[in-house]
């Protein structure tokens, strides 16, 4: 079975950058349907990014457009998302996720719906 591992997350001040990254083994991210999710405090999880491997659909919530950007290093298996221009409203727990499961859907799906192999987070706190 699919294990993810994230790290990465901290403490980070306003206007900063960080990168998560999320390690797979027991499968191979390049075959899969990836993605980022988020959970702030007292909030619902959240679709941060999301590649279809169905269609090859890329969706980025409109929150994190231009800040954000997910990476596949095929050859390490380890997924990444480049964050930037950070701010306290990204504060959360962040997982990657991925679904091996031959289905039809875009990324939009799986950002709403979630996918069925999860990492257990990490934390990203922004501020000062």
């Known amino acids: 079975q699919l294990q993810l591992v994230e790290s990465g997350g901290g403490l980070v001040q306003p206007g900063g950058s960080l990168r998560l990254s999320c390690a797979a083994s027991?499968?191979?991210?390049?075959?899969?349907?990836v993605g980022w999710f988020r959970q702030a405090p007292g909030k619902e999880r959240e679709g941060v990014v999301c590649?279809?491997?169905?269609?090859?659909?890329?969706l980025y919530a409109d929150s994190v457009k231009g800040r954000f950007t997910i990476s596949v290093d095929t050859a390490n298996n380890i997924m990444y998302l480049q964050m930037n221009s950070l701010t306290s409203e990204d504060t959360a727990v962040y997982y990657c996720?991925?679904?091996?499961?031959?289905?039809?859907?875009?990324?939009?799906?799986?950002?709403?719906?979630?996918?069925?192999?999860w990492g257990k987070g990490t934390l990203v706190t922004v501020s000062s």
């Open positions: 027991r499968g191979n991210l390049d075959t899969l349907t």
């Open positions: 996720a991925a679904d091996g499961r031959r289905r039809t859907y875009s990324a939009d799906y799986y950002c709403n719906n979630g996918m069925d192999y």
């Open positions: 590649i279809s491997k169905n269609d090859g659909s890329t």
